[in-house]
């Protein structure tokens, strides 16, 4: 059998080894369902015998079309991004295209046009770079012609169609649930400044206090660690004027009701606690936190469809968000 193999086996050759026209080859390399079972069985005995693989690139130059989406991701591990990869293949399957996944390097500076010029070189039909943190050049960039390009961030970009979760609006959304039951003001344990989701959420808490006349209390900044959260915690124990808390994930309000707790403070009885993502349901069993959730695989599905469904022209560029949904459990209490 091994004599057999060659390094350029033609659909001649495995016509020829099955007894069939170099069509029906064809056919049965796009699974069509005008070849019989057992002449498909017969061709695919052949094209492994030989060692044959399609040449997709051959189809791709024929067709002018990849049937590819470049991803590029500057962190793989972050909160949310999981989901937003199974977005990114649930799309790309239901489109029978293929996805080529990129991770940028770790050290700064960022920048989109090196995240373009990387997957230009790619056999890629267009890309989606995830933006957890800004980039240098965020303003002045252009995507490759021809490579119509998505970003993933709440930012507008002129050039190119953006989705993301809207955490202005989610961060709003919590100051006001927790304002509505009767707290004075919300103390907010922020995350580094690098952040971009981040950074939205410190600006909707404080522009939700400000808009109803309250000075926003001195923030803490975290780093999305529970232990963070910890500190945080055992320093707000000590604010008789904190009653609610709301933290940017759910790490650091679990970390801040352990810390409150280790000062005597019990949640929701003294103070009420509230994170973002929804993420700790299975590693904290009975947690009981409320949290704002996010669809992350919602975002990663437009993205890849917006470049799935571009013309030969491109598409026209759109900015979109998706509200989060408000979990409520067990971590607010009522002071009204």
């Known amino acids: 059998m091994s004599s057999r193999i060659s390094k350029s086996v033609s659909v001649k050759d495995v016509a020829r080894l099955a007894g069939v026209s170099e069509q029906t080859v064809s056919r049965t390399v796009h699974d069509s369902p005008s070849v019989r079972p057992e002449t498909k069985k017969r061709v695919c005995a052949a094209m492994r015998e030989l060692g044959y693989r399609p040449n997709f690139a051959g189809r791709s130059l024929r067709r002018g079309k990849f049937k590819t989406v470049g991803v590029a991701m500057f962190n793989m591990a972050g909160t949310g991004n999981l989901d937003r990869l199974e977005g990114f293949t649930t799309a790309a399957d239901k489109n029978d295209h293929a996805l080529t996944l990129v991770k940028m390097g770790s050290q700064p500076p960022f920048t989109l046009e090196a995240a373009a010029r990387r997957m230009g070189g790619l056999p890629v039909d267009g890309m989606v770079i995830v933006m957890n943190r800004m980039t240098a050049d965020f303003g002045s960039f252009k995507p490759l012609p021809g490579l119509e390009t998505v970003l993933v961030t709440m930012l507008e970009h002129p050039t190119c169609s953006t989705v993301d979760n809207d955490q202005f ?16 003001t919300v103390h907010f344990i922020s995350c580094p400044e690098r952040s971009l989701s981040g950074m ?6 404080c522009a939700a206090l400000q808009g109803r006349g309250i000075e926003p209390p001195r923030l803490i900044r975290g780093d999305w660690t529970a232990k963070s959260g910890y500190a945080a915690g055992q320093a707000l124990a000590d604010d008789p004027t904190c009653t609610a808390v709301y933290a940017s994930n759910d790490a650091m309000a679990y970390g801040c009701i352990l810390g409150l707790q280790s000062r005597g403070k019990s949640v929701p009885a003294d103070v009420s ?7 700790l349901g299975d590693v904290v069993p009975d947690l009981g936190l409320t949290t704002m959730r996010f669809d992350n695989k919602r975002v990663g599905e437009w993205a890849v469809e917006k470049i799935v469904n571009a013309g030969e022209g491109g598409a026209a560029v759109e900015h979109v968000l998706f509200p989060g949904e408000l979990v409520e459990r067990d971590t607010v209490r009522d002071l009204r």
């Open 169 to 184: 609006a989610a961060s709003r959304t919590i100051v006001e649930h927790l304002l509505a039951r009767g707290h004075k």
């Open 200 to 205: 939205q959420r410190e600006e909707g808490w």
């Open 273 to 279: 606690v509230v994170g973002v993502d929804d993420s």
